[in-house]
């Protein structure tokens, strides 16, 4: 069995136990709690990613990880093994810091070569594994160059090579792409996904931006104020959110306040104000109160002009409303139309671009019916 | 460049400033010395020959000129008692700053690790000394070092020594003063360029596997390197050229180029002679400066 072999074999046997358990972790600032009794689980090999907005205590969960912020609360094993007296220098894990950390004294080789020196590699081996991290990240023929001569991107580059190089058992990624140019990004998160296969790493990686998380995650944990607020999927978190909160943070959403008014048969009648009755699917989870909101992504929304029928195969139940295009954005890929409806309410609505010809666009000002599946709609409470 | 567009601007006018005052107060008062030093001593005043004085006219001027002569110098290179007083300033500077360096350094890197608020407190500690005349000092150290002074008297009474220690006019209390008297010189440029190490850098270094010790000797040492050769010369070209540290607190058996200086002015009157000693010094101590400019440039290019 081939080194690599054995880490794959490895990785499959453990997979279902947690290589990382954060258990109840505290990390208060003075006063504020910037991580706040956070439990979380993440598996042998996964790829785990954190949202959540700026000051939300990402970084600080990341660092405890790394072992540069001592908790003040909880354990964090690794392993089954409390790794909270495990000084950053002996744990099997790395970090790419979020303002690259380079050694400005050394090269780029050097900077890359710094880690795998201190696991006291043989000389070939280094150089061999150098060269292969500097083609991951596109940098062939920049490692004699300082730091200082680098654009912001490569420098971001070097970071991330200079953290995978010791193929650490988890890696900690903090905004590692937030420099990169679309393309380079594209590519960088495709290679990170490849080496994180083929390795067996875990990774968990902070980033702000949600297609990346979803593209790239397996699960991904959203934080607010120190606590996670959710965890799961990308697609239990787009179609599936446990909050009002997460609704609104992750992707674009209508949000329609209402109260329940009727329930049976897996339908329910919410009575809103700005868009009269919606019925939507009755919620797995029970709702706390009858004060609750409707909430329907802006793609599931679908537009049909005035004066033209119903849509004859739409199912019964179907929501529509009728009112006035009040704003386009042409995005290439979509179209987002603003639709002012009679009630009141503004619904978004993303149209993909599905032909060319634009006979099938709406203008402002031009009369809609919107219609959306009770089964696409959320309810939530408010 | 025409001289209208070398001032053309303010900018302009403000970088002239610096060559203004090396011309001033720098060049002009060297050129004095560089012609004394080519004249002879005599009897008179001044006390030295050729004088050049305009109001003689040209060819007074031209016989002048013709009278100056390099015999300070081979004097200079041909007498052992100068030779050994360049020789011995040079080892004592460089014993003196290889002190400082070991003590300066470690005080210095405390300092960067201080919680922020206590920062400047420390950097006021070091700078206190300054507000007391430097000679006060000196002389304070002749008190502590005397041979009923406060030191022997520690020592007596910690049972170190059984007599009093000689420390009087030795290299040993003569180190004590330069050391003393230079450290600030020292901590200060070090301090500078370690308070500016990125702590992140601190924590890559650790993330990556280095030890504290690796830490220190692969990312703290050589980014503080600019501090070191800041500090280093700051100490070494004054130590080397100082006069009233040695003068006071070493015996009399071989002296610094500073106190054969003042030897040559006031007890000899020899002021070409000395003139010469102060050319020399000058000379030999543009060549750290010049390795330091070379080293710092090469820094800053890079390997471009
Ligand atoms: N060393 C520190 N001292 C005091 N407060 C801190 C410190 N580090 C972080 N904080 C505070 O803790 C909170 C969480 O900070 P953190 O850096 O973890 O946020 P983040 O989620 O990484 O944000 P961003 O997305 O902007 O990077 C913030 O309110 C921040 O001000
Ligand atoms: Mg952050």
Same mark, same amino acid.
């Given at each position: 069995?081939?080194?690599?072999?054995?880490?794959?074999?490895?990785?499959?046997?453990?997979?279902?136990?947690?290589?990382?358990?954060?258990?109840?972790?505290?990390?208060?600032?003075?006063?504020?709690?910037?991580?706040?009794?956070?439990?979380?689980?993440?598996?042998?090999?996964?790829?785990?990613?954190?949202?959540?907005?700026?000051?939300?205590?990402?970084?600080?969960?990341?660092?405890?990880?790394?072992?540069?912020?001592?908790?003040?609360?909880?354990?964090?094993?690794?392993?089954?093994?409390?790794?909270?007296?495990?000084?950053?220098?002996?744990?099997?894990?790395?970090?790419?810091?979020?303002?690259?950390?380079?050694?400005?004294?050394?090269?780029?080789?050097?900077?890359?070569?710094?880690?795998?020196?201190?696991?006291?590699?043989?000389?070939?081996?280094?150089?061999?594994?150098?060269?292969?991290?500097?083609?991951?990240?596109?940098?062939?023929?920049?490692?004699?160059?300082?730091?200082?001569?680098?654009?912001?991107?490569?420098?971001?580059?070097?970071?991330?090579?200079?953290?995978? !190089?010791? %193929? *650490?058992?988890?890696?900690? =990624?903090?905004?590692?792409? /937030? $420099?990169? &140019?679309?393309?380079?990004?594209?590519? +960088?998160?495709?290679?990170?996904?490849?080496?994180?296969?083929?390795?067996?790493?875990?990774?968990?990686?902070?980033?702000?931006?949600?297609?990346?998380?979803?593209?790239?995650?397996?699960?991904?944990?959203?934080?607010?104020?120190?606590?996670?607020?959710?965890?799961?999927?990308?697609?239990?978190?787009?179609?599936?959110?446990?909050?009002?909160?997460?609704?609104?943070?992750?992707?674009?959403?209508?949000?329609?306040?209402?109260?329940?008014?009727?329930?049976?048969?897996?339908?329910?009648?919410?009575?809103?104000?700005?868009?009269?009755?919606?019925?939507?699917?009755?919620?797995?989870?029970?709702?706390?109160?009858?004060?609750?909101?409707? !909430?329907? %992504? *802006?793609?599931?929304?679908? =537009?049909?002009?005035?004066? /033209? $029928?119903? &849509?004859?195969?739409?199912?019964?139940? +179907?929501?529509?409303?009728?009112?006035?295009?009040?704003?386009?954005?042409?995005?290439?890929?979509?179209?987002?139309?603003?639709?002012?409806?009679?009630?009141?309410?503004?619904?978004?609505?993303?149209?993909?671009?599905?032909?060319?010809?634009?006979?099938?666009?709406?203008?402002?000002?031009?009369?809609?019916?919107?219609?959306?599946?009770?089964?696409?709609?959320?309810?939530?409470?408010? | 460049?025409?001289?209208?567009?070398?001032?053309?601007?303010?900018?302009?006018?403000?970088?002239?400033?610096?060559?203004?005052?090396?011309?001033?107060?720098?060049?002009?008062?060297?050129?004095?010395?560089?012609?004394?030093?080519?004249?002879?001593?005599?009897?008179?005043?001044?006390?030295?020959?050729?004088?050049?004085?305009?109001?003689?006219?040209?060819?007074?001027?031209?016989?002048?000129?013709?009278?100056?002569?390099?015999?300070?110098?081979?004097?200079?290179?041909?007498?052992?008692?100068?030779?050994?007083?360049?020789?011995?300033?040079?080892?004592?500077?460089?014993?003196?700053?290889?002190?400082?360096?070991?003590?300066?350094?470690?005080?210095?890197?405390?300092?960067?690790?201080?919680?922020?608020?206590?920062?400047?407190?420390?950097?006021?500690?070091?700078?206190?000394?300054?507000?007391?005349?430097?000679?006060?000092?000196?002389?304070?150290?002749?008190?502590?070092?005397?041979?009923?002074?406060?030191?022997?008297?520690?020592?007596?009474?910690?049972?170190?020594?059984?007599?009093?220690?000689?420390?009087?006019?030795?290299?040993?209390?003569?180190?004590?003063?330069?050391?003393?008297?230079?450290?600030?010189?020292?901590?200060?440029?070090?301090?500078?360029?370690?308070?500016?190490?990125?702590?992140?850098?601190?924590?890559?270094?650790?993330?990556?596997?280095?030890?504290?010790?690796?830490?220190?000797?692969?990312?703290?040492?050589?980014?503080?390197?600019?501090?070191?050769?800041?500090?280093?010369?700051?100490?070494?070209?004054?130590?080397?050229?100082?006069?009233?540290?040695?003068?006071?607190?070493?015996?009399?058996?071989?002296?610094?180029?500073?106190?054969?200086?003042?030897?040559?002015?006031?007890?000899?009157?020899?002021?070409?002679?000395?003139?010469?000693?102060?050319?020399?010094?000058?000379?030999?101590?543009?060549?750290?400066?010049?390795?330091?400019?070379?080293?710092?440039?090469?820094?800053?290019?890079?390997?471009?």
């Amino acid at each position: 069995m081939t080194d690599e072999e054995r880490r794959d074999f490895e990785a499959t046997a453990q997979a279902d136990k947690p290589l990382l358990q954060v258990d109840a972790v505290v990390r208060r600032f003075g006063e504020v709690s910037a991580v706040d009794h956070l439990s979380l689980d993440i598996r042998t090999g996964e790829f785990f990613a954190l949202l959540g907005p700026s000051g939300c205590g990402k970084t600080t969960l990341l660092r405890m990880l790394g072992g540069f912020e001592t908790p003040d609360g909880g354990r964090i094993l690794l392993d089954g093994q409390d790794i909270s007296g495990v000084p950053p220098h002996r744990r099997p894990v790395n970090m790419m810091f979020q303002n690259y950390a380079l050694f400005p004294h050394l090269s780029v080789r050097d900077n890359i070569a710094f880690g795998l020196r201190r696991a006291g590699l043989p000389r070939a081996g280094i150089e061999a594994r150098v060269t292969e991290m500097l083609a991951l990240v596109s940098l062939d023929g920049m490692e004699k160059r300082k730091p200082e001569q680098l654009s912001g991107g490569q420098r971001q580059r070097v970071a991330l090579a200079r953290a995978l !190089a010791r %193929r *650490p058992r988890l890696l900690l =990624l903090d905004e590692p792409m /937030a $420099a990169l &140019d679309k393309k380079l990004r594209e590519n +960088t998160q495709a290679e990170l996904m490849r080496l994180q296969r083929r390795l067996g790493m875990t990774f968990i990686i902070v980033t702000h931006d949600q297609e990346e998380a979803m593209m790239m995650a397996d699960r991904i944990g959203v934080m607010n104020a120190g606590r996670l607020q959710q965890v799961a999927t990308p697609r239990q978190l787009y179609e599936a959110p446990n909050s009002r909160w997460i609704a609104e943070f992750v992707g674009g959403i209508n949000i329609i306040d209402g109260a329940v008014e009727s329930s049976g048969r897996g339908r329910m009648s919410v009575a809103t104000q700005s868009a009269g009755p919606v019925t939507v699917a009755t919620p797995l989870q029970a709702l706390t109160t009858d004060q609750v909101c409707v !909430a329907i %992504r *802006p793609e599931k929304v679908r =537009l049909s002009s005035g004066e /033209a $029928a119903p &849509d004859a195969g739409d199912a019964a139940g +179907t929501n529509r409303m009728e009112g006035v295009i009040a704003g386009v954005s042409y995005l290439g890929g979509q179209t987002r139309y603003q639709v002012r409806l009679d009630r009141g309410a503004l619904l978004h609505a993303s149209v993909a671009n599905t032909v060319r010809r634009e006979a099938e666009a709406f203008e402002t000002a031009q009369r809609v019916v919107a219609c959306f599946a009770p089964d696409d709609c959320m309810v939530l409470d408010r | 460049m025409s001289g209208r567009r070398l001032f053309a601007t303010p900018a302009r006018r403000a970088a002239v400033a610096p060559f203004l005052w090396m011309l001033l107060f720098f060049l002009l008062p060297f050129g004095f010395v560089l012609k004394i030093s080519l004249s002879h001593a005599v009897m008179a005043q001044p006390p030295y020959l050729p004088v050049f004085d305009p109001a003689e006219g040209i060819a007074a001027l031209k016989a002048a000129i013709a009278a100056l002569s390099l015999d300070n110098f081979r004097l200079l290179a041909s007498d052992h008692f100068y030779v050994l007083s360049y020789l011995r300033s040079v080892v004592v500077a460089l014993v003196s700053t290889s002190i400082l360096l070991a003590i300066g350094y470690p005080i210095a890197y405390g300092m960067s690790r201080l919680p922020a608020r206590w920062q400047p407190i420390a950097m006021i500690l070091v700078i206190v000394p300054f507000w007391t005349s430097f000679l006060v000092r000196v002389y304070a150290w002749i008190n502590i070092l005397q041979h009923d002074g406060i030191l022997n008297n520690v020592l007596m009474a910690l049972r170190l020594v059984s007599a009093p220690v000689v420390w009087l006019s030795t290299d040993a209390a003569m180190y004590i003063g330069l050391v003393y008297s230079y450290l600030p010189f020292m901590i200060l440029p070090l301090y500078a360029t370690l308070a500016k190490i990125d702590p992140a850098l601190l924590e890559a270094s650790a993330d990556l596997g280095g030890s504290r010790l690796t830490t220190f000797w692969l990312v703290t040492v050589p980014l503080s390197l600019p501090g070191i050769g800041a500090g280093a010369l700051l100490c070494f070209i004054p130590i080397v050229g100082e006069f009233v540290i040695p003068d006071l607190l070493a015996g009399s058996a071989s002296p610094m180029i500073g106190q054969t200086l003042w030897l040559e002015f006031f007890n000899n009157h020899d002021w070409p002679v000395a003139s010469a000693i102060a050319v020399v010094l000058l000379v030999l101590l543009l060549a750290p400066l010049l390795v330091y400019e070379r080293v710092q440039r090469r820094r800053l290019e890079g390997t471009r």
